[in-house]
């Protein structure tokens, strides 16, 4: 078999993330290491440290990260204080735990040219409206770019423009990671694209619905046009759960491990049964 270059791509998600990290752990514990990575949103988070660490002893410290105290004050805002910011601002939490969080992993002053395999993520620009991909400069400041979820954290301002979460418009990035050259891609996702939709009941669900079916839509597009020599395998959540989509999920830290777990033995069961190792493998 030829050796072929080999991208992870990390969807977005929020807190059902968490998922991502046990696809990970499935991949490396089956051979599997990436020449470069794509993130979006919370897939920027994680595919940042994986490509600061592109082996299989990120997962633990990925684990650490997700059940850390320093984790669950990225939303942790009483609902009083969120009410009080939002009132004010247009965004309900502050971003400084998340930065906090991002450079006590990453480093303050690390950059894109620091990682040991190319990393690369997305934001939307608000002034251009329009996709726009980070690929070098100060890592921790894209990295809050891509994962900036518009009424959540604030637009992050850098060289006088403003970004928001790269979920808005690429959610999960097939398409980038076949530009930069991938011939074998994995999708990370967080699960929603394996549950059907149905019509929105309650208010809230109406914003899901609509964001649902254009996450879907751009997707299922950069799939069917892959090119011939690519092959693409999206790995599975491993099931979800009814609270996964409530309006307040993004906060529920609690079934972390669980989501973890769940999504490591769904995917060890998918590579096993339908990828072949590459060379050199256990």
């Not at 514990?29 to 440290?49: C, E, Q, W, Y």
């Not at 303050?108 to 002034?127: N, Q």
């Not at 830290?253 to 973890?260: D, F, L, T, Y």
């Amino acid at each position: 078999m030829v050796n072929e270059s080999v991208a992870f791509v990390l969807g977005g998600g929020g807190v059902l993330g968490a998922v991502e990290v046990g696809m990970l752990r499935a991949l490396f514990r089956a051979g599997f290491k990436p020449d470069v990575v794509v993130g979006t949103s919370i897939g920027a988070v994680n595919g940042a440290l994986v490509a600061a660490d592109p082996s299989e002893s990120v997962t633990d410290r990925l684990v650490r990260l997700w059940t850390s105290p320093e984790a669950a004050a990225v939303y942790g805002d009483s609902i009083g204080r969120q009410v009080r910011r939002f009132a004010a601002r247009t965004h309900l939490h502050s971003p400084r735990p998340l930065r906090r969080l991002l450079e006590g992993e990453l480093g303050e002053h690390t950059t894109f040219a620091d990682l040991k395999i190319p990393f690369r993520c997305c934001a939307a620009s608000i002034e251009r409206a329009a996709e726009h991909w980070f690929d070098s400069g100060p890592l921790v400041d894209a990295v809050l770019a891509s994962s900036a979820v518009p009424g959540l954290l604030p637009p992050m301002e850098m060289s006088g423009e403003h970004y928001v979460d790269g979920g808005i418009v690429n959610s999960i990035p097939i398409g980038e990671a076949v530009r930069v050259g991938a011939k074998l891609i994995f999708v990370l996702q967080v699960g929603r694209i394996e549950r059907p939709l149905s019509v929105p009941r309650r208010p809230w669900e109406v914003a899901q619905v609509a964001f649902e079916i254009a996450r879907r839509h751009r997707f299922a597009r950069e799939v069917a046009s892959l090119p011939d020599d690519v092959r693409v395998h999206v790995l599975p959540a491993g099931g979800g759960d009814g609270r996964d989509d409530s309006p307040w999920a993004y906060r529920d830290m609690a079934a972390v491990g669980r989501r973890i777990s769940r999504a490591y033995t769904a995917s060890r069961r998918y590579l096993a049964a339908n990828v072949h190792p590459l060379p050199g493998s256990p």
